[in-house]
């Protein structure tokens, strides 16, 4: 994908060094990028310039649709992606909401599905979306929103692509994400999968055809230890053909999505790529 490795070189070429005091690191940082999905001619944003894990990046946000709360869940989904900030970071190890082993808190899932009302009770901002958009209405608030800084104080990191907008024109259905804070290296590699898939699996299970997928970033970084990887190996490759995401249709409900739905129903076709890079993490 060229726009994926024109926003790396954009990095190194035009940043600026962040420090970063949450974790430790500094990072060459720019402002604001417009990355735009295909769904519609299903063309997979899959980096091809390393090996993607694809499953992973896909199980993380079933498990958002989910509504889960526990590093413990994403394991059995197939990724191990929540494992480090709901067990190894001392901010978040330290604080009294922490429910033990593995809770990552109110995060993510739990504000798409029960966001709790002051006055009481929770909104499933998820399935109004799916409600509505089955039944053929756009109310321009398709919104599943992830941000609640009321309770930022209850979870292990604040959401960083937190908020998917979706709209209807006709019977084509489109999706706007919203990312504050993205881990170009490691983070967007998974991000664009799943703003990707989240198009593709809301048309499928609403009737709706795909359309664009326009992912939407204001601060975009690589932390200083990812910089020789990127700088040496990843950007000095030239990107293969996209593949294709193929996903079981007989996948048909929301409720299908929270019940049976494994990894083995997602399969890409065509995936071509360069060799692993191991990009170190910060926590
Ligand atoms: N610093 C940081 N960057 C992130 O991208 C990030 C966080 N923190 N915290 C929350 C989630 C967790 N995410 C992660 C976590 C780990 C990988 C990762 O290790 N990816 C490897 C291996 C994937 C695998 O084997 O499944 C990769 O090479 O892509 C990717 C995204 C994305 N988010
Ligand atoms: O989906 C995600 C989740 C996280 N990230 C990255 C972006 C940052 O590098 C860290 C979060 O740190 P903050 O201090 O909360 O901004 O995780 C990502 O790229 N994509």
Redesign the pocket.
Known sequence: MRAYLDLCQRIIDQGTWVE?E??GKR?LTVINADLEYNVGANEFPMITTRKSYFKSAIA?FIGYIRGYDNAADFRKLGTKTWDANANLNDAWLNNSHRKGEDDMGRVYGIQGRAWAKPDGGKIDQLQKIVDNLSNGIDDRAEIMTFYNPGEFHMGC?????HTHNFSLLGDTLYLTSF??????P???N??QI?VFAFLALMAQITGKKAGMAYHKIV?A?I?EDQLPLMKDVQLKREPLPLPKLNINPDIKTLKDLETWVTMDDFEVEGYQCHDAIKYPF?V
Do not use: I, K
């Not at 990191?157 to 692509?161: E, I, S, T, Y």
């Not at 990312?179 to 170009?184: A, I, K, T």
């Open positions: 970063n949450r974790t990072c993380e990191l604040r959401p960083c692509m990312q504050r804070s993205c881990d170009v490691l983070g967007l998974f991000n799943q601060n970084h932390y910060a």
